[in-house]
């Protein structure tokens, strides 16, 4: 059997996540998004088949013979399109879908073309404590739950952040400071991205004195045995000039 160059597929609008311009040899996409697989015209093609090749395995997508509606697999039931006259190919993508194609004639196919199908990434989360007392060491925790981010970084305050000697970045995914100060406090931003998506979120740090923290308290009233009817609070001061002298 004779192969002949696959030429090429792109993923088609609307999709804003991944690149629309065709490719050849490989392609990116993104799952949920639509992608068109072309090929040139093959000898035999009157009889045809769309395969996808999983380890050492290759498995039908589609068979289909002239004026023979196509038989499609389970697996791309509802969600693959072939077109009778140019024998593409549309597939709305999931994941999992990210490997090898090609389609396959009587006398000779095309050459594998790969397909990688990456997830958009959900927003990211930070953890960690957002008050922190001037002096000492916090950290910033950046987790990712649906996608594979390629790249993190940080931003203070809409400005990039790079790291020194009390700001270390470690892999990016985790902001140390070191003898926190005042002027660290801000909003911290965690941008991540891979090449069909980026998302970002922020978390607002706060570093005090001590002497300077407010805390809540609560006062509890309660009335044994009687009946309340109406309650009063109020706050006795000490006369300021108690203490003039």
């Avoid at 949920?32 to 999983?54: D, F, I, K, M, N």
Wanted: proline share 3%; with cysteine; hydrophobic share 40%.
């Amino acid at each position: 059997m004779e192969f002949s160059p696959c030429e090429g597929a792109r993923t088609l609008a609307p999709c804003y996540l991944a690149d629309l311009r065709p490719a050849t040899g490989s392609l990116v996409s993104a799952v949920g998004c639509t992608v068109q697989l072309t090929v040139p015209v093959l000898r035999g093609s009157r009889a045809v088949s769309w395969e996808y090749q999983e380890g050492s395995e290759e498995r039908v997508i589609l068979s289909y013979a002239f004026h023979h509606a196509p038989n499609v697999s389970v697996l791309y039931k509802n969600r693959a399109t072939f077109n009778e006259t140019d024998l593409s190919l549309q597939v709305v993508l999931r994941r999992g879908d990210g490997r090898l194609y090609r389609l396959r004639a009587q006398e000779e196919a095309t050459a594998w073309f790969h397909l990688h199908v990456l997830e958009p990434l959900s927003q990211p989360k930070i953890v960690g404590n957002s008050l922190v007392k001037a002096g000492g060491n916090t950290k910033l925790v950046c987790n990712v739950v649906e996608g594979k981010a390629d790249a993190y970084w940080w931003k203070k305050n809409g400005e990039l952040l790079l790291g020194s000697e009390r700001i270390r970045l470690v892999e990016n995914t985790t902001l140390c400071i070191l003898q926190a100060s005042i002027t660290d406090s801000g909003y911290y931003t965690c941008v991540v991205s891979n090449a069909v998506s980026q998302n970002e979120t922020s978390f607002l740090l706060q570093v005090h004195h001590s002497a300077n923290v407010m805390l809540p308290v609560v006062l509890t009233c309660v009335s044994v045995g009687l009946l309340a009817g109406v309650l009063v609070w109020y706050q006795k001061r000490e006369n300021s000039c108690d203490n003039c002298w």
